[in-house]
């Protein structure tokens, strides 16, 4: 009998509806040659929410999320949102199904894909093949944030000059169940494990660093390296072959996988996996944003969700033939020489053919 696995689908906006259909497309594809069945239901979140319900995470969306078996996301936000109450704006979408569902292990895989070395601006990228583990539902992200306007009575004083701000906050089991996640996945690997902090300021990192080297005792085979986050951003410029999995809060983590995916020859490759209590749907997304400039015109490149599906059938389901075929063709498709405008370059040779959200799908199915 088949297995079914019913996938919630979240394009968003932007590039969002064309990315996501081309990773269901493909998903699709694989399953069937593995007796897999898949179910999709198509869930609106962000702007298109805002546009149609006044809301960027309507009630349905997220009991809908919760009722799959693993989510599927595109990318949300635009200019045409940018108006819009703090409160209100598409990006809540993506904190309120992080959040709501629980997903606080964020996994951002980060490999340079054999001939895409020229799409990175180093000289000589070598063999990259990382994973950043991101805390996904604390920090700065979550914690209290507010406007005291000028005059505003405070305990120790009334507010002169309106004043905003945000605090990142930490609990240690926040950071226990994260920094194990990022030991285990070592033990897996190369057995190397990168904190990035920034201990040597402020106080919520201490307590990250302090945990750290706890647990490492429980890893004796695990080194650990912590770095400040100013230094790391630099050595993954240095030295980027040498990381193996980094573990870090959720805006440092933001920060350094937007770096990392320029490294590896463009962002529109990485896929992430959010994951939370086992059993639970995961979320499965590509790591870049919604690209309004270029939506609707068949420019985008699908391989970042097409990736994320990947990591669903593996992560999520244990298919580890499916995720990896899919993960191969993608592979063959590239050094087919198909690119999409975000990994061409000047200097490309010969055998690279630009393409578009459409032709690049197609060959992936037909690599798979
Ligand atoms: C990401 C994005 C999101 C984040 C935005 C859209 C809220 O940049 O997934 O990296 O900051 O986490
Ligand atoms: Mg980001």
Redesign the pocket.
């Known amino acids: 009998m088949a297995k079914k696995y019913n996938i919630a689908v979240i394009p968003g906006d932007g590039i969002g509806q064309e990315i996501t259909s081309a990773a269901i497309e493909v998903l699709e594809a694989a399953s069937s040659r593995n007796n897999i069945e898949i179910f999709t239901k198509e869930l609106t979140a962000g702007g298109a929410a805002i546009d149609k319900f006044g809301l960027p995470l309507p009630q349905e969306t997220i009991g809908g999320a919760k009722d799959s078996d693993a989510v599927l996301l595109g ?3 635009g200019p045409k949102w940018d108006t819009v109450e703090p409160e209100l704006r ?2 809540r979408a ?2 309120g199904l ?1 959040s709501g569902l629980g997903l606080y292990a ?1 996994i951002r895989p980060v490999v340079i894909h054999e001939g895409l070395e020229a799409a990175s601006p180093l000289k000589n990228p070598g063999k990259i093949d990382f994973i950043i583990v ?1 805390e ?1 539902t604390g920090g700065i ?1 979550f914690g209290k944030n507010g406007v005291y306007q000028s005059g505003d009575r405070l305990p120790d004083g009334t507010v002169k000059g309106k004043i905003a701000y945000d605090t990142e906050v930490y609990s240690e089991g926040e950071i226990n169940r994260i920094l194990k996640i990022a030991f285990d996945l070592a033990m897996k690997r190369r057995k190397k494990l990168t904190l990035v902090d920034k201990a040597n300021v402020l106080v919520s990192s201490r307590m990250w660093r302090n945990l750290a080297r706890q647990m490492s005792f429980d890893y004796p085979d695990v080194e650990l390296e912590c770095l400040y986050v100013d230094n790391a951003a630099m050595q993954l410029i240095s030295r980027p072959s040498s990381f193996d999995v980094i573990v870090t809060s ?2 440092f ?2 920060i350094l ?2 770096e990392a995916g320029q490294i590896v020859g463009s962002i529109g490759m990485l896929p ?1 996996a959010s994951i939370g209590e086992e059993g639970k749907p995961g979320l499965f ?1 590509p ?3 919604s690209a309004p400039d270029i939506a609707g015109q068949n420019r985008a490149n699908p391989l970042g969700t097409i990736l994320s599906a990947a990591m669903m059938m593996r992560i999520m389901f244990g298919e580890e033939e499916v995720a990896y075929s899919i993960e191969n063709a993608v592979r063959k498709t590239l050094a087919s020489g198909l690119r999409t405008g975000d990994i061409t370059f000047v200097g490309d040779s010969n055998n690279v053919k630009l393409v578009g959200t459409a032709e690049i799908t197609k060959a992936v199915i037909e690599n798979l």
């Open positions: 990318a949300v936000g598409p990006e993506i904190l992080r964020n991101r996904l992200y959720n805006l983590g933001d996988s937007d992430s997304e790591i870049h944003g």
